[in-house]
Each structure stands twice: as C-alpha cells, then as structure tokens.
C-alpha cells in the first residue's frame, strides 16, 4: 500500500495543476480576446469603379478591412495581440500606411493631413513623435534649399545630411527614454537602430541599456540586437559561419562547398543598389587578377537585393569569380553585417582573418599574405 500512495499523491497532484493551467489559460485568452477596437477617420482616396478599401494589419497580418464610403471609414472589432505588442497600420489604397497603437479608446484618422484627430495618450505621443521628424525633414529640404547654386553641392549636401541625421538620433533617444518600455519605445528603438546603419554598434547599447522587455522582446528589435551580438561573434580570429546559399542557376549550395582546400578565400558581400558596392568593384577585380594565380578565392554573395539586378550587373562587370546569391539575407545575420560592402578574409583553416576590407586596406592585407 505504502508504495502506491506516492503515485496516487502525484497523479492527484498533477491533476490539479493541469486543471490550474486550463483555467489560467481560458482566464488569459478571454481577457486577451476583449481588446476592442474602434477606428474611424477621412481619405481622399479616390472612388472609382472598385471602392478605396482600408486595412487594419497587425503582426503582418490584415485582421479587419472595410470599403471607404464618401471619403469616410469605420473599423470596429475584436482583437488578439501577441507578437507586436499592440502596434499595427492602418492602410488605405493608394496610401502611405500609417502606424497605430491598438487601444480600447476610440481612434479617428485624418489619412489627408496624415494626422491623429483623436485618440489615447500614446498614440498622441506617436503623432508628436513623427510631426517632429516631418519637422526635421523640413528643415533639411530647407538647408538644401538656401545652398548657393555655385557651391560644392555635394559637401554641403553631405554636410547638411550628417548634421540632420545627429538632430534623429537625438529625437530618438528622446522618445526612447520617455517610452522605455511601450509602444512608442518600440517604435522610437527601431527608428535610432535604423536612422543610419552606419551608427548601429553605437546605438544598440543604448536601447540595451535603457529600454524594458516590452521593447527589447519585439521581433524586429531583437532581430538589429541579433545582427550586433553576430558582428562579434565573427570577428578576425574567430571560426566563418557556413551557409546554405543559391547558386545562379537558382541549386542550393554550401558556402564551404566553393573554398577549396588550402586556399585564402575573399568573400564579398554586396548589392546592387549599393553605390560603395560598385565604387568598389575595381579593387575587387584588380585584386583577383594580382592574387588568384597565386591562390586567393574569391566568392561574392548578393544580399539586400532581387536576383534580376545581380544578373544584369554580372553581365555588365563579367565577374569571373564564384557568385552566389541570398535572398533571405541570412548573411548578413549571420556575420552582423550592417554596412555593405563587407569583404572578408579567411584562412584555410576556416578563420575569419580581417573583415571591412577596402581600398588600400584591402591590398596591404593581400600583400602580407601573398606578398
């Protein structure tokens, strides 16, 4: 009997907590599934023979839509919220969306002005956030503006766009610790991780060191948190990472299937919207005809970009090296890379020898090696 009576205990025990689990679990959906909505506002979308129609998407996905009527929209329904944390858009044919902070307070939007006629308190501070950034871009067109035909256009424009860049940053921060820990602080984070990719490894411990679970826990956000901490996990003198890649006759390929044994490999990685990308393509191409005879591989990888340009810019450039193509950009997750071009070096052992090579970095790198 005595044997028995533990398992009984236990099977008894374990009853009651699934039953706790089952009831928690009901209790947190039903509130969950209370979250009403009401969202209103005005467009000048035009009505043709197919009516405007607005949408309301929420984690990527459209949960409500309607047909504009006479300018006017309604939308009013329940919903569920997980992964966004209440952050949705609103969009309406033709338009630019507009983001939105899901709340139980009505919520009217003028899409014309582009502006909140009414709403909760953050969604308020949203509408601030983004008036001062249409400000900011104001005042650069008005910089621009007022440069003397006659000048260094380029410098100035250069000079003008750093120093607003500074002015978005600042903002951002601003809105940051305000927001530490809701939805604009979510969105003020993405906007000072994204401002300049430039700023990146600059920018995310302050969002590290300043922003709560609310923030840091949104996909997006931990996504540039992800690409920082990769960036130094593959850094010179640590292992490559190995990827799953396309070919250009759209096979799957292992990176390491391309890097033959006891060579140096050079990868780079590029685009072809990238202006720097293709400054840069005559060093790369000097570079293999110096080094490849004497044993130097080299592999470009195209990311941030559709398979159609990488085609047209092979035909243009006739790359003689091995190109592959990425189009999930799991590359540049997987090395943290920012800024393109990124143009590694590695061993044939597998080691990450130097990364962010350029110009006449670039060469004094393949010297010391090749001589």
């Known amino acids: 009997m005595s044997t028995r009576t533990p398992s009984l205990l236990c099977r008894q025990h374990l009853t009651r907590l699934l039953l706790l689990s089952f009831v928690a679990m009901t209790l947190f959906y039903s509130c969950q599934q209370q979250k009403k909505y009401h969202i209103s506002g005005y467009t000048n979308a035009q009505e043709g023979a197919d009516p405007p129609i607005v949408k309301l998407v929420l984690g990527g996905k459209t949960i409500d839509s309607g047909f504009v009527h006479k300018g006017q929209f309604l939308l009013k329904g329940n919903y569920v919220d997980s992964m966004s944390k209440d952050i949705a858009y609103l969009e309406v044919t033709g338009e630019q969306p507009i983001p939105v902070i899901l709340t139980t307070q009505p919520l009217s939007i003028d899409f014309i002005k582009r502006r909140l006629l009414e709403g909760d308190y ?3 501070e949203l509408n601030r956030l983004y008036d001062s950034l249409d400000s900011l871009g104001t005042e650069f067109k008005l910089k621009l503006a007022a440069i003397p035909s006659d000048s260094a256009l380029y410098d100035a424009f250069d000079q003008n766009f750093k120093s607003s860049i500074d002015d978005y940053i600042v903002l951002a921060k601003e809105y940051c610790l305000r927001h530490p820990n809701d939805p604009v602080g979510i969105i003020s984070s993405v906007m000072l991780l994204t401002i300049n990719y430039e700023s990146l490894l600059e920018t995310v411990p302050f969002v590290r060191k300043y922003m709560g679970p609310v923030v840091l826990n949104n996909s997006e956000i931990a996504l540039y948190l992800l690409i920082y901490d990769n960036y130094y996990r593959t850094a010179p003198g640590t292992p490559m990472v190995d990827l799953t890649l396309e070919t ?3 096979d799957t390929t292992r990176l390491s299937d391309h890097m033959p044994p006891g060579c140096y490999t050079l990868l780079h990685c590029w685009s072809g919207w990238c202006k720097p ?12 005809d110096i080094y490849h005879d004497r044993g130097l591989n080299m592999i470009g990888i195209f990311l941030w970009d559709e398979a159609y340009n990488q085609d047209l810019l092979l035909e243009d450039y006739q790359l003689p090296w091995t190109q592959l193509y990425d189009p999930s950009s799991q590359t540049s997750i997987a090395y943290g890379i920012y800024s393109i071009p990124e143009i590694m070096l590695i061993a044939p052992d597998g080691t990450i020898i130097a990364r962010s ?6 060469f004094s790198t393949l010297d010391s090696i090749f001589g």
């Open 122 to 124: 953050l969604n308020k």
């Open 277 to 288: 990308c293709l400054d840069e393509m005559p060093n790369l191409i000097k570079a293999y």
């Open 357 to 362: 090579l350029r110009g006449a970095e670039l």
């Open 248 to 250: 250009l006759q759209d």
